[in-house]
């Protein structure tokens, strides 16, 4: 028997689409198992605050459609000193929580790493951010619907772009990762992709832009990873100006609008199982792991593993994106 029988849910750090529908799960697959749950608000700053609420089946009810986090997101600069985790350890005790399913990206992975290397109640992860680029699963929530936005809005800048004859330059999330630029990339048969992971990519662009007037292409995108590592769009596009002085060239950077809307369906059945996956791994007494998605299989990894190792971009999916935007 275990002896979890009240979990936390929190949400932490940049927020996703999907999000609801993992609280959800956890909701109702903790409810299923007889277990209490306590909604934790706006991160690990509400843990150390404690400000818990307890969640009920009816609590998520009419959320799974919906983008944002009903339990409210920060990034808790107080969480990373000891002092903040103990203080928020004594309020997690106080509220008799037994162990917490916390949903986020590598920053909160890093944190509830150190919690459960000092203290005694498991933390397990579900991996949610827009960027994809979390080790050890293939998906992140969010990624699916984010990616699907950006391919909207690329779609409508390719009308005007080629109703004008202009060269686009789209600035698309992704810190510190081109997942959202790459894929997005590909499936708007954009000219050009600058992605943090590859180097030099200005630098190649001009040459690849020279052969596209050569063949006389009127109109242009390039999509850039916002970490891209040259300054971004604006930069960029200031870059080759003179060298194509005959393009008029534009930049619009796509920004927080990647991160809202309604999650895709893809977004809340993959958000689902992580956070059924979450509540029986707590149950099965595991702690500092992240649930992920490996071959559409769940799988646990190590916090520490998806955090210290960098998810590599597709070479294959980099070749084709070359080959295709000749
Ligand atoms: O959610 C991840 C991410 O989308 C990054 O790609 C981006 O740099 C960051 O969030 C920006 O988030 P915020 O404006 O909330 O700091």
Redesign the pocket.
Known sequence: MSRIKRIGVMTS????PGMNAAIRAVTRTAIYYDLEVIGIRHGFQGMINGNFKQLKAHSVSDIIQRGGTMLKTA?CMEFKTPEGRREAYRALREADIHGVVCIG?DGTFTGATLFNEEYDIPFVGVPG???NDIFGTDYTI?YDT?LNTVVEAVDKIRDTASAHNRMFFIEV?????GF?ALNGGIATGAEAILIPEVKGGARNLKALLETGKKRRKSSNIIIVA??DGEGGALAIAEGVKDDFADYDIRVTVLG?L??GGSPSAIDRINASRLGHAAVEALLDDQKSVMIGLQNDNIALVPFKKAVKEHKKISQSLLYLAEILSV
């Open positions: 750090g940049g927020d996703a990034r990206g951010t827009i960027d969010g984010a999330m992704g810190a510190e990762a959202i916002e970490g927080h990647q991160r």
